[in-house]
T-cell receptor, first 113, second 115 residues
């Protein structure tokens, strides 16, 4: 079945450092790919998405490119801030007569001032 | 505009009991999905409701059942509770579409503890 694998955390960075969180997926068809973020004490919210191969999703300085050849959707940010500290989830969604979203286990990011 | 709301916020039950969780979708949304998030894990899809019917289901036993009302709100019922059912239960709403790209909006969740 479909699955999502993302790098284990926690990831600890200093402010203004470069961030990469790796995500790979397994799917039978052509899924849409997502990154969700869960800030401390808050609900899950969509960060960015990409719907087809080579699409780049971006939001709040974060970017991820849908790579079909490597089945990957790595999250990147050029300069992280303390306020980026959160748990990040990679996810996929496929239309199978309705659709369900499959999430990775999440990667916790700590950014130090 | 209210987002997705869930009730109650927290709940404590004992093994063998039954529980009902409630969700009101974001205004204008007609599709509701339920997820279980164990501590330190990603959300696991339970099922999705559209037009008062279960449209899609994940790998959860029949002890997990749901309902959607004409106003699109939804309930999640869990019977014969097990210790392993302790988790954060998330509700997400979206607008019906044949596309899987529609954005889901998540509620804050209900924290269920089974003793």
């Amino acid at each position: 079945g479909d699955s999502v694998t993302q790098m284990e955390g926690p990831v600890t960075l200093s402010e203004e450092a470069f961030l990469t969180i790796n995500c790979t997926y397994t799917a039978t068809g052509y899924p849409s790919l997502f990154w969700y973020v869960q800030y401390p004490g808050e609900g899950l919210q969509l960060l960015l998405k990409a719907t087809k191969a080579d699409d780049k999703g971006s939001n709040k300085g974060f970017e991820a490119t849908y790579r079909k050849e490597t089945t990957s959707f790595h999250l990147e940010k050029g300069s992280v801030q303390v306020s980026d500290s959160a748990v990040y989830f990679c996810a996929l969604s496929e239309n199978t007569g309705g659709f369900k979203t499959i999430f990775g286990a999440g990667t916790r990011l700590f950014v130090k001032a | 505009d209210a987002g997705v709301t869930q009730s109650p916020t927290h709940l404590i039950k004992t093994r063998g009991q039954q529980v009902t969780l409630r969700c009101s979708p974001k205004s204008g949304h007609d599709t509701v999905s339920w997820y279980q998030q164990a501590l330190g894990q990603g959300p696991q899809f339970i099922f999705q409701y559209y037009e008062e019917e279960e449209r899609q289901r994940g790998n959860f036993p029949d002890r997990f059942s749901g309902h959607q009302f004409p106003n699109y709100s939804s309930e999640l019922n869990v019977n014969a509770l097990l210790l392993g059912d302790s988790a954060l239960y998330l509700c997400a709403s979206s607008l019906a579409s044949l596309l899987s790209t529609d954005t889901q909006y998540f509620g804050p969740g209900t924290r269920l503890t089974v003793l």
